[in-house]
């Protein structure tokens, strides 16, 4: 929106938000649950409008919510998970790969990958890599490395293990709203677009308490919430995908 008026209706809009959100929330940890894994038909991203939403640096405290509010509507999405994290609650990764979700490889501890020696950029990957697939049976194929940051030293490491780096199209800079659900969910809906990767975190109670929201709207609206695969199809290990910029 734009002018005054503009200014007044989002006001009116985010004033009305917390009635709203408090409901859904509820529901959202009820269909965790109780409704059955999202569905994973197969999806011609092609014929119908469709985005990856992708959730970096978990599995955390707000992980099991987000499951929830994403398989009340049927919606998947891909779980960038960090090795060390994992490794302290590999429960958690399970459930995600159970909802239907997709797990990806977000090294093991979240450095700048760029400031490492060879050898440490492989364990970073190969030790997150060995722990998401003992917790979840599933082999991650997609990397996302700390901050997005990327050089033809890393990628070339991941090619060589298998793994595709997926950065992303539209980045709402969700952290830097985490006690405002509201901010999150304007960024999103504003920027959103066909065939967009979308940059969130399930570690920002904000960015749960904002899907809520985003996802039935973006269903609404006609978007299919898709993993990062169904949306790209396959990559070739050792591609990269989108960049480290805001949409």
């Given at each position: 929106m734009t002018g005054e008026s503009g200014a007044l209706d989002d006001a009116?809009?985010?004033q009305a938000r917390?009635?709203?959100?408090?409901g859904a929330v509820v529901l959202g940890v009820v269909a965790l649950v109780a409704?059955?894994?999202a569905s994973a038909d197969a999806v011609d991203c092609a014929a119908v409008p469709c985005v990856a939403l992708t959730f970096d640096d978990g599995p955390g405290p707000h992980t099991d919510r987000l499951l929830g509010i994403l398989r009340h509507h049927g919606a998947t999405a891909t779980f960038f998970l960090v090795g060390e994290k994992v490794k302290a609650d590999p429960a958690a990764a399970?459930?995600?790969?159970?909802?239907?979700?997709?797990v990806g490889n977000h090294t093991w501890?979240?450095?700048d990958m760029t400031t490492l020696a060879p050898h440490d950029v492989a364990a970073?990957?190969?030790r997150a890599t060995e722990v998401v697939d003992a917790a979840t049976g599933r082999r991650p194929t997609l990397a996302r490395t700390g901050f997005g940051v990327i050089d033809d030293m890393v990628l070339a490491?991941?090619?060589r293990q298998g793994l595709a780096a997926v950065n992303w199209d539209v980045n709402p800079r969700d952290w830097h709203h985490e006690a405002d659900p509201g901010a999150v969910e304007d960024?999103?809906?504003a920027q959103v677009r066909p065939g967009a990767v979308v940059l969130l975190h399930d570690t920002v109670a904000a960015t749960v308490d904002a899907m809520v929201d985003v996802v039935p709207t973006l269903t609404a609206r006609g978007y299919r919430l898709v993993t990062v695969s169904q949306l790209l199809g396959p990559l070739a290990p050792g591609s990269l995908y989108g960049s480290r910029e805001r949409a």
């Amino acid at each position: 929106m734009t002018g005054e008026s503009g200014a007044l209706d989002d006001a009116h809009r985010r004033q009305a938000r917390p009635i709203r959100r408090l409901g859904a929330v509820v529901l959202g940890v009820v269909a965790l649950v109780a409704v059955p894994t999202a569905s994973a038909d197969a999806v011609d991203c092609a014929a119908v409008p469709c985005v990856a939403l992708t959730f970096d640096d978990g599995p955390g405290p707000h992980t099991d919510r987000l499951l929830g509010i994403l398989r009340h509507h049927g919606a998947t999405a891909t779980f960038f998970l960090v090795g060390e994290k994992v490794k302290a609650d590999p429960a958690a990764a399970r459930r995600i790969a159970d909802a239907g979700m997709q797990v990806g490889n977000h090294t093991w501890s979240h450095p700048d990958m760029t400031t490492l020696a060879p050898h440490d950029v492989a364990a970073q990957f190969a030790r997150a890599t060995e722990v998401v697939d003992a917790a979840t049976g599933r082999r991650p194929t997609l990397a996302r490395t700390g901050f997005g940051v990327i050089d033809d030293m890393v990628l070339a490491e991941a090619g060589r293990q298998g793994l595709a780096a997926v950065n992303w199209d539209v980045n709402p800079r969700d952290w830097h709203h985490e006690a405002d659900p509201g901010a999150v969910e304007d960024a999103v809906l504003a920027q959103v677009r066909p065939g967009a990767v979308v940059l969130l975190h399930d570690t920002v109670a904000a960015t749960v308490d904002a899907m809520v929201d985003v996802v039935p709207t973006l269903t609404a609206r006609g978007y299919r919430l898709v993993t990062v695969s169904q949306l790209l199809g396959p990559l070739a290990p050792g591609s990269l995908y989108g960049s480290r910029e805001r949409a």
